[in-house]
């Protein structure tokens, strides 16, 4: 089926006029040997007519004087017998879609174009790009992709091809343009204009390729981090539930106790009073028994019998007197009653101030956030730092403010003598940097450097040459009127971001983290740099050669 497919197709090629890139209509063939619709050809050698020399559209051989064209009766009939048996109808993959570049050349059916010419500034499809890779005078043309936007090339005013571009006005021209409204304006060559603006793409693309690292390094460490957020919470979670189940075993235990001991002391007290209350039943009956007696003595006729029995019957026992209980009322077990409220209102206030304590604690839970969405600048204001200039550790040609706090470049010293940490114009603040900092820098002049440096820059780099930012013990900003460029390691990286003349520095020690950004009306993120630091740093100030450049660190309490 394949080979009876690519045979029909071949057949379909060898009847195919190449100027309708369609089936021949009333054949003709030129004298070169090509053959094509008598219309298409006879259209063509219209438009030459001004010229009188008269070419062949696919060898681009020249007749002089126009050839007179003749039917070609067989391919006429081969192409008759085609039409019959039906092969016209094989499926064309060449023809254009809706989206699709068309060929400029083709008249009949657009066949969608294989490469458009920069030369030519038209399309062709498979069949009308030939001459170009056939004949020699095509050589120095230029083919790319299909596009559909070669009519730009174009200059409106002139109708010649742009091929020049005017820096001053940033402007693709023609070299008509260059010699008229554009004359005396800095111009070069579009070739030459590319080749720059192709350097400053590869350094915009490894920019926003670091940029691309550093979000993806983010990105991972914030799944850590909510890894982590979510392990504390857990385990704070479980270690509380087992506190609160210990102090609620706890007040169980105390629950008991006061309840076992409550029941006790009432069984003690209770039978001690029912003891005391049979012993006075067995009085109450014995003194009963002794006033029956007395009652039926009273009652003898028998003086001298009375008498004799009286002295034995009026005899009373102690435990049997006249004497009664002195009882007061009790308060029996309302104390305990009293004792284990007051228990209750002292761990009610406890865990009432406590609580408060617990409650901040957890709210206070703090996690760095993500630099993709800095904070407010209040935030960082929390962690602001008076940075003060180090005289000490200077170039010898930055004139020092008497607060210590402003550097400013000056070509003539007048101060000479002065040693410098290396010969970039220098000068580091005298704070050892850890835990969370934040300060500003406001800047003047053609551009300056904020700078962060570990303590061992100075040690390695006090008598040197190498600036901040071209070793990996220091990390740098460079501000100017044209944007920022930061600097570690010695690699530079374009920093897009709004201009300003303040900068505001965070870092993060502990975390690793260091972020400088913009600051006007409202604070721009724009650099991040996530490492280890090792040691303390310092903060920094680098200038320019430029005279009267300046630079202060801001108060900011």
């Not at 990105?219 to 539930?241: M, P, T």
Request: with cysteine; hydrophobic share 30%; charged share 25%.
């Amino acid at each position: 089926m394949a080979e009876a497919q690519k045979g029909v197709q071949l057949d379909r090629e060898t009847f195919t006029c190449s100027i309708c890139v369609d089936l021949l209509k009333d054949p003709v063939t030129v004298s070169c040997g090509h053959s094509y619709c008598m219309s298409c050809i006879t259209t063509h050698w219209d438009k030459e007519d001004e010229r009188s020399v008269y070419s062949c559209p696919q060898c681009r051989q020249t007749f002089t004087p126009r050839p007179v064209l003749l039917k070609n009766t067989i391919l006429a009939v081969l192409v008759e017998k085609m039409k019959k048996s039906g092969l016209h109808s094989a499926p064309d993959h060449r023809h254009s879609g809706h989206e699709d570049v068309v060929c400029d050349v083709c008249t009949g059916s657009k066949q969608k174009a294989c490469k458009s010419c920069l030369f030519c500034l038209i399309s062709f499809c498979e069949t009308h790009l030939q001459p170009h890779y056939e004949i020699p005078a095509y050589a120095k043309h230029k083919l790319v992709e299909p596009s559909k936007k070669l009519q730009e090339n174009i200059c409106s005013r002139h109708d010649e091809v742009m091929k020049m571009f005017c820096r001053t006005d940033q402007q693709c021209i023609c070299y008509l343009c260059s010699v008229d409204e554009h004359k005396g304006h800095d111009t070069v060559s579009a070739t030459a204009e590319r080749t720059e603006r192709q350097k400053e793409l590869e350094v915009n693309r490894q920019s926003i390729q670091q940029r691309i690292q550093n979000k993806e390094r983010d990105v991972k460490q914030l799944q850590q981090e909510v890894e982590a957020i979510n392990h504390s919470a857990d385990r704070a979670v479980e270690q509380g539930e087992r506190i609160f189940t210990e102090i609620m075993s706890l007040m169980e235990r105390r629950r008991s106790d006061v309840k076992q001991q409550v029941r006790s002391q009432q069984e003690a007290e209770v039978n001690r009073v029912k003891e005391l209350q049979e012993k006075l039943e067995q009085e109450i009956m014995e003194l009963k028994r002794k006033d029956a007696e007395l009652k039926k003595l009273s009652f003898t006729e028998d003086h001298i019998q009375f008498l004799q029995d009286y002295p034995l019957l009026s005899q009373i026992s102690d435990s049997t007197g006249s004497s009664s209980m002195n009882i007061h009322p009790l308060k029996y077990f309302e104390d305990v009653t009293a004792a284990v409220s007051k228990v209750r209102d002292k761990l009610q206030d406890a865990l009432s101030e406590k609580w408060t304590n617990v409650s901040s604690t957890v709210t206070d839970v703090e996690v760095l956030p993500s630099q993709t969405e800095p904070k407010t600048r209040a935030y960082f204001l929390k962690y602001s730092r008076d940075i003060t200039l180090d005289r000490s550790i200077r170039h010898q040609q930055l004139l020092i403010s008497k607060r210590n706090r402003k550097a400013t470049y000056m070509k003539d010293p007048k101060q000479p003598g002065l040693y410098g940490i290396n010969n970039s114009h220098q000068v580091l603040g005298e704070e050892s940097l850890t835990g969370r900092c934040y300060w500003e820098v406001e800047w003047r002049g053609e551009g300056v450097s904020v700078a962060v440096a570990d303590k061992d820059f100075i040690r390695d780099r006090m008598f040197g040459s190498t600036g901040f930012g071209h070793d990996d013990k220091s990390w740098a900003l460079d501000c100017d009127h044209f944007g920022y460029g930061f600097w570690h390691n010695n690699i530079h990286t374009l920093v897009p971001g709004p201009r300003s003349s303040r900068v505001g520095v965070f870092l993060d020690h502990s975390e690793g983290i260091l972020s400088f950004y913009s600051i006007s009306d409202s604070m721009t993120l724009l650099h991040t740099v996530q490492t280890a630091f090792t040691q303390p740093l310092c903060a920094g100030l680098g200038f320019e050669c430029s005279s009267g450049d300046s630079a202060e660190f801001c108060r900011l309490k």
